[in-house]
């Protein structure tokens, strides 16, 4: 069985900086891409940052410049680092993944259970 498990979330104050980080486990065979979404009270889910196997990345326009998306393919994580935070980053902050498993000749989409981001003014 596999598991997307995040850790890192908190509170911190504007300007301030966060790194999340997204560990994969289980019966993996591969893992392709990757990515952060978040999700803030009342809002519908975004896709934050997602990097590729090939670690090609891409980012919502909201962060560019300020978030950086990594991944470390021999262990299976991803990272989220957020530099100069600002309040309308508070969210629940969900770690997504496409990964196949033994034995399967398919990708599945799986998520981690979410870590809170609050922004304070």
């Known amino acids: 069985q596999v598991q997307l498990v995040e850790s890192g979330g908190g509170l911190v104050q504007a300007g301030g900086s966060l790194r999340l980080s997204c560990a994969a486990s289980?019966?993996?065979?591969?893992?392709?891409?990757m990515a952060w979404y978040r999700q803030a009270p009342g809002k519908q889910r975004e896709l934050v940052a997602g990097?590729?196997?090939?670690?090609?990345?891409n980012y919502v326009d909201s962060v560019k410049g300020r978030f950086t998306i990594s991944r470390d393919n021999a262990k299976n994580m991803a990272y989220l680092q957020m530099n100069s935070l600002k309040p309308e980053d508070t969210a629940v902050y969900y770690c997504?993944?496409?990964?196949?498993?033994?034995?399967?000749?398919?990708?599945?989409?799986?998520w981690g259970q979410g870590t809170q981001v609050t922004v304070s003014s």
């Open positions: 289980g019966s993996i065979r591969s893992i392709a891409a």
């Open positions: 997504n993944a496409d990964i196949m498993e033994l034995g399967s000749r398919r990708f599945r989409d799986y």
């Open positions: 990097i590729t196997s090939a670690l090609i990345t």
